[in-house]
């Protein structure tokens, strides 16, 4: 009985304790209930109250974006009405500016379009009379600085040179002892003068021209042969197609000595040395070549000359520089049986045989098929000119000579205040009279550039043409 109290007492000690800390687990829960509670409500207060400011915020940019649309509406308004006014104000000025042209034009009789075309006349010549007076300038210092010396250096090397006046023909003319040889040459039924042209290659013309005979052919090696041929054949009299073939072989052999001779002589006279004979026989051919009536091999000697004096007026050594001018045109002795230009055939050909290279570059760019880079190359080009260009070395056709004339003085009259052209010095010189009232010194000089310009377009010319426009003012009294 006493342990059944005692177990009893025990459990209810133990509800009891688990009752207090129930209760007090609960009151902790309901602390923490509320502590929670109060944090979110204070929590949902502050995100209230910053919803509240955003919305209010907003409200607020809401409210200025309204205001300024209204604002750009009123604008847009304004200038839309600015703009009606712009352009009802641009119409009426239009219709003024049209009412004032009508009237001026009715007025002076003179319109728009003239006067337009009269403006830009104007300011066309002023810009011109501008870029005269600088152009003047420039070239004035240009030539103090290089005109007198170039002048120097290309006058001395001309006045050194003694150039003939070339005038060969390409048809060899050969003279007889007399007519009845003409019937020897011919043979009977005409098989010598078969024979002669199927063994030599060249055409023998037999015509009325009394004690002589012509020999026609595009090669002019070929073509002295056939001279020397006919030449011993009729000095020996026995003429039938056999001795005309052995002639013709002692002939060519002859020709043959005279090139390697003719070349050797060309560099005697130019003081060059240690050329390939291939070269110098070609050389030697060129002495029976002509290229607008001027001698190759003549040519070809002058160039040198200038070429070397020049270069050593210039302070450049001047053997490279003769050695490229004497050979610039070698290329001519194989354009008849090498396609190409003769400059670059030439080029190949020196180069081929040993020479220097800055010899071939000179002749290869002697006619801009390669352009020059080396002081010798432009020497050997004003070389060439200066040969072929000064007077009485070429010959040109009488038509095209006074037809290039026509064209001179025809370029020249056509400028406004022009009076009087004259082409004088066979076409090198353009004298331009103007008409002082209407041509001033400096308008004189733009027809001097401008006739200059227009020439170089138009017209092909060796050397170059002197342009001289003379202004002449006259003041004439009488005493009474």
Do not use: W
């Not at 072989?249 to 003081?271: F, I, K, M, P, Y």
């Not at 400059?343 to 081929?352: C, K, T, Y």
């Not at 066979?426 to 004298?431: H, L, Q, S, Y």
């Amino acid at each position: 009985m006493g342990i059944a109290l005692g177990t009893g007492s025990m459990l209810s000690l133990v509800f009891v304790l688990v009752a207090v800390a129930a209760g007090v687990l609960l009151h902790r829960l309901r602390n923490e209930r509320e502590r929670l509670r109060t944090a979110a409500e204070r929590e949902v207060r502050e995100i209230r109250a910053d919803l509240e400011r955003r919305e209010q915020r907003l409200a607020d940019r809401e409210a200025r974006i309204d205001a300024e649309s209204e604002h750009l509406h009123t604008r847009r308004r304004e200038l839309t009405e600015e703009r009606e006014a712009l352009e009802r104000r641009r119409a009426e000025v239009i219709r003024i500016e049209d009412e004032r042209r009508v009237i001026l034009e009715r007025v002076a009789s003179y319109t728009a379009v003239e006067a337009r075309t009269d403006l830009v006349r104007s300011v066309e010549q002023q810009a011109k009379r501008e870029a005269a007076v600088i152009v003047r300038d420039i070239e004035r210092a240009a030539r103090e600085r290089g005109e007198e010396r170039a002048c120097r250096i290309v006058a001395t090397a001309i006045q050194r040179v003694a150039g003939e006046q070339t005038a060969e023909s390409v048809v060899s003319v050969l003279h007889l002892p007399g007519d009845d040889m003409k019937g020897r040459i011919i043979g009977r039924e005409g098989r010598n003068i078969r024979a002669f042209e199927a063994v030599t290659g060249v055409n023998l013309i037999i015509d009325d021209t009394p004690e002589a005979v012509l020999l026609s052919c595009f090669d002019p090696v070929r073509r002295e042969v056939a001279r020397l041929t006919l030449e011993a054949l009729v000095a020996d009299g026995r003429i039938h197609p056999h001795r005309i073939e052995e002639v013709y072989e002692r002939s060519v052999a002859e020709v043959e000595q005279l090139c390697v001779r003719h070349g050797e002589d060309a560099l005697t006279d130019t003081g060059i040395t240690d050329m390939h004979p291939e070269l110098i026989a070609l050389l030697g051919r060129l002495r029976y070549r002509t290229s607008y009536g001027q001698n190759v091999l003549g040519h070809l000697l002058e160039s040198a000359h200038l070429a070397g004096m020049m270069a050593a007026e210039l302070g450049v050594e001047p053997a490279p520089v003769k050695r490229g001018s004497l050979l610039h045109d070698i290329g001519k002795a194989l354009t008849h049986e090498v396609e190409g230009s003769h400059a670059l055939i030439g080029a190949d050909l020196a180069r081929r045989h040993g020479e220097n290279e800055d010899v071939v570059h000179a002749i290869e760019a002697h006619h801009n098929e390669v352009d020059p880079r080396t002081v010798e190359a432009v020497l050997t080009q004003a070389a060439d000119a200066i040969s072929g260009g000064r007077p009485g070395a070429r010959r040109e056709s009488l038509e095209s000579y006074v037809r290039r004339l026509k064209r001179l003085e025809q370029i020249a009259a056509a400028h406004a205040g022009v009076a009087k052209v004259f082409a004088m010095q066979a076409g090198r010189e353009i004298r331009v009279m103007v008409r002082p009232e209407d041509v001033d010194d400096i308008q004189a000089q733009v027809i001097a550039r401008d006739v200059a310009k227009q020439v170089e377009e138009e017209l092909t010319y060796p050397g170059q043409i002197r342009i001289t426009v003379v202004r002449e003012s006259r003041a004439t009294e009488f005493a009474r």
